[in-house]
């Protein structure tokens, strides 16, 4: 019940292309769903983030899209550029306990 | 700068001999936390405090101790380090434990147990 399923485990795509990666949840206690970007070398660093009373977050060309019901959020990037080549993380939070997902390996074809 | 810092960034040990890897945060943050990342595991927690002298146990505290006697400072200890052990640490912090709040991580230790 705490986990977060994180797919796919990685993915290609070409430059300009949409990327999307998908998460899961099962405790109804989560109430703060963050993305993490992490590059090699580096710590992850939060991308965008959002809560369950909203089904859509846009920031520049990164959205999460959000289903309360299925339990369910996504991240989109559009016009997906060699620059957003990264591993990201999912994640749940509920008060002091954070979840990650396993990660996804994103490469974008230049 | 705001920023976490870890000490050190690499390690290589051997089975049993005590080691400490420091953390330290100048954001002024309660809540700090350590995470182990393992290809294909994702990140998994094993420590965190909420504030000073307060501590509690992620989901892989197994092998590891942790202590929180000064804000900024957040230590992780592993008394008998084993290969099972080897792995990217990441110390996190931020300004509180609610759900909007923002964890900064640090740039990783990679320790090595032989």
């Known amino acids: 019940q705490q986990q977060v399923k994180q797919s796919p485990q990685s993915l290609i795509v070409q430059k300009g292309g949409i990327s999307i990666i998908n998460c899961a949840y099962e405790n109804t206690a989560f109430d703060y769903f963050p993305w993490y970007q992490q590059f090699p070398g580096k710590g992850p660093a939060l991308l965008i983030a959002i809560r369950p009373d909203v089904s859509e977050k846009k920031e520049g060309r990164f959205t999460i899209s959000f289903n309360k019901s299925a339990k369910q959020f996504s991240l989109h990037i559009m016009d997906s550029q060699p620059g957003d080549s990264a591993t990201y993380f999912c994640a749940a939070r509920a008060g002091d306990k954070i979840i990650f997902g396993k990660g996804t390996r994103l490469h974008i074809l230049p | 700068e705001a920023q976490v810092t870890q000490n050190p960034r690499y390690l290589i040990t051997v089975t049993g001999k005590k080691l400490t890897v420091t953390c330290s945060q100048n954001?002024?943050?309660?809540?700090m936390s350590w995470y182990r990342q393992d290809p294909g595991l994702g990140l998994r927690q094993i420590y965190y405090?909420?504030?000073?002298?307060?501590?509690d146990k992620g989901d892989v505290p197994e092998g590891y101790k942790v202590s929180r006697k000064e804000k900024r400072n957040f230590p992780l200890i592993l008394e008998s380090p084993s290969p099972n052990q080897t792995s990217l640490y990441f110390c996190a912090s931020s300004f509180g434990a609610g759900s909007s709040s923002e964890q900064f991580f640090g740039p990783g230790t990679r320790l090595t147990v032989l």
């Open positions: 954001m002024n943050h309660e809540y």
């Open positions: 405090s909420m504030n000073v002298e307060v501590t």
